[in-house]
């Protein structure tokens, strides 16, 4: 649960926080752990992570509805521009993602890949309204909508009547809850290396037969395009992913990934490998 104080906070951007790493500081889906696809060099762990031992079950990619999300390394200079829900009741009581107890009246929200208690700035663009929130959750699993907000910060920013709205987030880095001595808990800020970088592809199509997969392929490298047949063994059948290079920056993947939901591939995504 997000503490009474976290409502009134300073707004700090990501990379001033790699400098106080010493310093203390949607609805609710059933997710189905997938293994990730077949990497030729797994990325760097944060350090959060790197002293757990293992990666936590919330940062393992998940399937909804057929279609793989990949939880991202770090929320390090994430910033994106898009519609945002809200969510309330039937769900108040219920466990969120990271195992908490869903509250309506905290200031948390779900998104589908950033790392759990990651802080965001949330600017309502069609007011000028702003408040922050700690993701807890995963979703919205709705359309093309990028975080659920919970009650109380829908509210903040009066996305109520319309029910959503176009929003900025803005990672302000990513947190983890630690217990005081007095039993309070507080909100210590994590280090991170810069994630932004890496070997990035655009999956565009998943087959059973793959022959398919390769004539998918083989029309991307036609139109200048590199791609690749990934096999992934589900363990009851397998599946052939057809994959786009997508440079090695997040932020040129991104723009590959719009390219091609346009282009007639509306359940394309990013990978990292």
Same mark, same amino acid.
């Given at each position: ?9 300073i ?7 790699l ?16 293994? +990730?696809?077949?990497?030729?060099a ?9 002293? @757990? ?7 393992? +990619? ?5 279609k793989?999300?990949?939880?991202? +390394? ?35 929200a779900?998104?589908?890949?950033l ?6 700035l949330?600017?309502n ?5 702003s408040?922050?929130?700690?993701i ?23 996305l109520?009547k ?24 507080a909100?210590?800020f ?9 070997d990035?592809?655009v999956?565009?199509?998943s ?34 992913r ?13 723009q590959m990934?719009q ?8 359940? @394309?995504?990013v990978?990292?490998?």
């Amino acid at each position: 649960m997000t503490c009474p104080g976290y409502r009134h906070r300073i707004f700090l951007p990501a990379l001033l926080l790699l400098c106080w790493a010493t310093f203390s500081g949607c609805a609710t889906q059933t997710l189905t752990p997938a293994p +990730p696809s077949p990497a030729a060099a797994p990325p760097a762990k944060p350090p959060g992570l790197a002293r @757990a031992g293992r990666i936590p079950a919330t940062q393992k +990619p998940y399937q909804i509805e057929g279609k793989t999300y990949y939880p991202l +390394p770090s929320a390090e200079g994430y910033s994106e521009t898009g519609t945002a829900s809200w969510y309330g009741n039937p769900f108040h009581g219920r466990k969120t993602s990271n195992g908490e107890t869903y509250n309506m009246y905290d200031w948390t929200a779900a998104h589908k890949t950033l790392p759990m208690n990651t802080r965001l700035l949330v600017e309502n663009l069609g007011n000028g309204r702003s408040t922050t929130v700690r993701i807890n959750d995963r979703g919205p699993f709705v359309g093309t909508r990028i975080i659920d907000l919970s009650y109380n910060v829908a509210r903040e920013l009066g996305l109520m009547k319309e029910g959503t709205g176009q929003v900025r987030i803005t990672a302000l880095g990513e947190a983890e809850i630690i217990q005081l001595a007095d039993n309070t808990t507080a909100a210590r800020f994590l280090p991170h290396e810069d994630f932004q970088k890496g070997d990035f592809y655009v999956q565009i199509g998943s087959f059973t037969v793959r022959e398919n997969a390769e004539r998918l392929k083989d029309k991307m490298t036609q139109e200048g395009r590199r791609a690749e047949t990934a096999l992934y063994d589900r363990g009851d059948q397998v599946f052939y992913r057809v994959q786009v290079k997508a440079g090695s920056t997040l932020s040129v993947a991104r723009q590959m990934e719009q390219s091609l939901t346009a282009s007639g591939f509306p359940g @394309a995504f990013v990978v990292a490998r």
